[in-house]
């Protein structure tokens, strides 16, 4: 059984261009949620897919936009990215009947905006 | 955006000795989460809590669920080098079919050897 695996482990990108971050859930897992983890603070919810639509928005712009697929591997995407766009993007799985409880992080992206 | 108030926000101890930190939400919770974070890592859970009052242990940690369901506590017994990290505590709304995570802002632990 494989944990949740993300992919960039780092990237760095220019402010206005748009980024693409993929995540592919714990086995048995259809729940994905994603969360921006800025220096210094905690993880901050940004939306959580279930069956493959949106299942739940945290405080960010539509700019962040996300896709589940059929597998329930997922896609964060970020357009017109800002420079407080930097940070540490954690995605995290969850079992069936137990979303958002036991959330399995993965090892994020860590995304720099020059 | 909103985070639970987590304190105390570092802790510098000697091997062997125990440690305690907490959390604290003006929102009612269903579930509180603990997490430990090393450098580079993703968050890894440590221990959650159901149900208010609940004392959970897993190994040397030790975690509660208040009974006003806004706060819940960590205990470290007897620390190790390898007890070095951010511990983040976290609450969670299932209200409907929205279900996500609040964190802390962690407490960061440094244990001398």
């Known amino acids: 059984e494989t944990g949740v695996t993300q992919s960039p482990t780092h990237l760095i990108k220019t402010r206005g261009q748009q980024v693409t971050l993929r995540c592919s859930s714990q086995s048995g897992h259809n729940t994905v949620s994603w969360y921006q983890q800025a220096l210094g603070q905690g993880p901050q919810f940004i939306f959580q897919y279930y069956r493959e639509e949106e299942n739940g928005r945290g405080n960010f712009p539509p700019r962040f936009s996300g896709l589940q697929f059929p597998n329930y591997s997922s896609e964060l995407n970020v357009n017109a990215l800002e420079l407080d766009d930097s940070a540490l993007y954690l995605c995290a799985s969850s079992p069936l009947g137990q979303r958002g409880t036991e959330a399995f992080f993965g090892q994020g992206t860590r995304l720099t905006v020059v | 955006g909103q985070q639970l108030n987590q304190s105390p926000q570092s802790m510098f101890i000697q091997e062997g000795e125990d440690v305690s930190m907490n959390c604290t939400s003006s929102s009612i919770f269903n579930t509180w989460l603990w997490y430990k974070q090393d450098p580079g890592e993703g968050p890894v859970l440590l221990i959650a809590?159901?149900?208010?009052?609940e004392l959970t242990s897993n190994g040397r940690l030790t975690a509660q669920f208040g009974i006003t369901r806004k706060d819940s506590f960590l205990n470290i017994s007897a620390s190790i080098p390898s007890d070095v990290g951010i511990y983040f505590c976290a609450g969670l709304h299932s209200g409907g079919s929205n279900y996500k995570l609040t964190f802390g802002k962690g407490t960061l632990l440094t244990v001398n050897p």
């Open positions: 809590l159901y149900k208010a009052g």
